[in-house]
Nanobody
Framework: VQLQASGGGLVQAGGSLSLSCAAS????????MGWFRQAPGKEREWVAA???????YYADSVKGRFTISRDNVKSTVYLQMHSLKPEDTAVYYC??????????????????WGQGTLVTVSS
């Protein structure tokens, strides 16, 4: 299973950007998919997650500004980002769990990772 993230870029503060992450390979249905981000010099940070049933979870730092969604038929997860701030600048990674483990915050709970896409928010 491979995850391919896309949609990063440069945007001004207050702007919007959408990321997508498509799973390819053998038939894959993840119980939970998520987005993480890593800013220069910082640890990887959980951003949002969505279950196969559509339950969504958000970090406090992005709640109300970001929306995660998924298309189970296309095995794709999306992250819509609005009201972006310079502190949102990071490489964004999508990830997927192979089995339900009851934890969506810990990076170690995810089995598959995308290559990352850079989001830069200018002030």
């Amino acid at each position: 299973v491979q995850l391919q993230a896309s949609g990063g870029g440069l945007v001004q503060a207050g702007g919007s950007l959408s990321l997508s992450c498509a799973a390819s390979g053998r038939t894959f249905s993840s119980p939970l998919m998520g987005w993480f981000r890593q800013a220069p010099g910082k640890e990887r940070e959980w951003v949002a997650a969505i279950s196969s049933g559509g339950n969504t979870y958000y970090a406090d730092s992005v709640k109300g500004r970001f929306t995660i969604s998924r298309d189970n038929v296309k095995s794709t997860v999306y992250l819509q980002m609005h009201s972006l701030k310079p502190e949102d600048t990071a490489v964004y990674y999508c990830a997927a769990q192979r089995y339900h483990v009851g934890n969506y915050v810990n990076p170690r709970a995810y089995d598959y990772w995308g290559q990352g896409t850079l989001v830069t928010v200018s002030s």
